[in-house]
């Protein structure tokens, strides 16, 4: 991971924190005059500070590296630190000061790196070279030239969500992965209430509570976060916001909430349309059907208890956001839609939770038939649908070319001579 930012005091400050915490070390202090473990926090500061000074024309100078490592490279601190170098020689960073902080809050090792664009002589470092295939050919070259795990330096982001296990992967302590999880959703999904919320955490093993109607968490508009199993059992004690880093108290997620519900907007129908799709291609189906097709598009199905029925959020990886099923509407509800499949899987209307999701192994290819090209756009339902997305209006928030505002230049009049 590498990103640039412009406040230096924050991104040393972070992993400074971690260190007090010990959830993270020193390792070095490339550079600097005085060796790392001499140096105070506000030392290590003013001398990347001094170098940003050298340019004052350039605004976000400081740059954030992110090294992985698999569990299984046994490297000491010291081969951290020579990788370290040689990751920053090969990318241009060579006589760069820079600080090195190994992170030990997470089931995999990894560390991170702030150093600076502006060289020595006030000159700055082109962000331009440093792409992404430059990195991947100077991580390919460190894996071979230290015997490091294949890719292992080199971290892909996927469409889908992480996965559960892979985010308690190490067994860290409870409040590093709650930390983990809400900070997930909180910086990368969309949601418009708390219900999409915690559909949202229940991807990474994590729920958030208010407790019950009456209860004086509820009346003071509280929230603790814990653990759960794959069951939706308890599996930790609960934490308050207030102890988590992002501190996601109610008060906070008020404001998640009104941005999510502009960006729900902009892809709802977009989401319509791919299960009105569905839903057309075949005159009957089964919910598992529906829910594994909808899953190899992005889409994932989460089903929750809600008022002795069974409501319905669909999760959208590809726009990054939660929908609940009241936003749909109706004919959209998970009773709607298995009021259309050939066999019921409402077997207890109290039941507690119904994974809909279902096993990917469970489905067949059998059960998971391709739709009929012929069959699909010679259906009137479908002609209605498209033509209906085809000639709606689409909001437009975009302001109007800068040619099209500028007012008409006057001409002169010519003086007539007789």
């Not at 760069?96 to 997470?106: A, G, I, K, R």
């Not at 996965?163 to 910086?187: D, F, H, M, R, Y």
């Not at 907007?265 to 189906?285: G, W």
């Not at 909001?395 to 040619?403: F, N, R, T, V």
């Amino acid at each position: 991971m590498i990103s640039s930012t412009r406040n230096l005091k924050r991104a040393v400050l972070y992993n400074e924190k971690k260190v007090a915490k010990g959830q993270a070390v020193l390792l070095e202090a490339g550079y600097f005059l005085e060796d790392s473990s001499r140096l105070s926090v506000d030392a290590r500061i003013l001398r990347l500070q001094r170098r940003m000074e050298l340019n004052y024309r350039s605004k976000a100078s400081v740059m954030l590296f992110s090294l992985n490592f698999a569990r299984t490279d046994q490297l000491s601190a010291q081969d951290m630190v020579q990788i370290t170098s040689e990751f920053l020689k090969k990318i241009g960073f060579e006589n760069q000061p820079y600080l090195l902080y190994e992170h030990l809050d997470t089931g995999h090792r990894h560390a991170h790196v702030v150093s600076t664009l502006i060289r020595a002589d006030g000159s700055r470092i082109n962000e331009g070279n440093i792409s992404i295939h430059n990195i991947k050919v100077a991580c390919r070259q460190l894996e071979e030239q230290f015997e490091l795990t294949k890719n292992s330096m080199i971290r892909t982001r996927s469409k889908r969500m992480p996965e559960p296990e892979k985010l308690l992967n190490g067994k860290p302590q409870t409040i590093t992965v709650i930390e983990s999880a809400v900070s997930q959703v909180l910086e990368k999904f969309y949601f418009s209430s708390f219900t999409e919320f915690n559909a949202l955490l229940s991807q990474f093993g994590v729920k958030a509570m208010t407790g019950r109607i009456g209860s004086r968490l509820r009346e003071h508009q509280g929230v603790i976060y814990g653990l759960i199993t794959a069951e939706g059992a308890k599996k930790s004690a609960p934490i308050k916001a207030s102890r988590l880093q992002p501190q996601p108290t109610l008060a906070r997620l008020q404001q998640f909430f009104t941005v999510g519900r502009q960006h729900q907007q902009k892809h709802l129908t977009h989401l319509k349309t791919a299960l009105d799709l569905r839903l057309l291609s075949e005159d009957s189906f089964s919910l598992r059907t529906l829910a594994g097709a909808l899953d190899r598009l992005g889409v994932k199905m989460h089903a929750r208890a809600q008022q002795g029925t069974i409501a319905l959020t669909y999760l959208d990886n590809r726009s990054r956001c939660a929908f609940d099923q009241s936003l749909l509407g109706e004919r959209y509800s998970l009773r709607q839609l298995d009021a259309r499949c050939e066999n019921s899987v409402f077997n207890a209307p109290g039941s507690k939770k119904l994974d809909v999701s279902l096993n990917q192994k469970e489905i067949s290819e059998k059960n998971v038939s391709v739709p009929s090209t012929a069959k699909v756009f010679h259906s009137d339902k479908f002609r209605d649908v498209l033509l209906h997305e085809l000639f709606s209006a689409l909001p437009d928030q975009s302001s109007a070319p800068w040619e099209l505002r500028r007012s008409a230049k006057k001409k002169k009049k010519r003086a007539i001579h007789l």
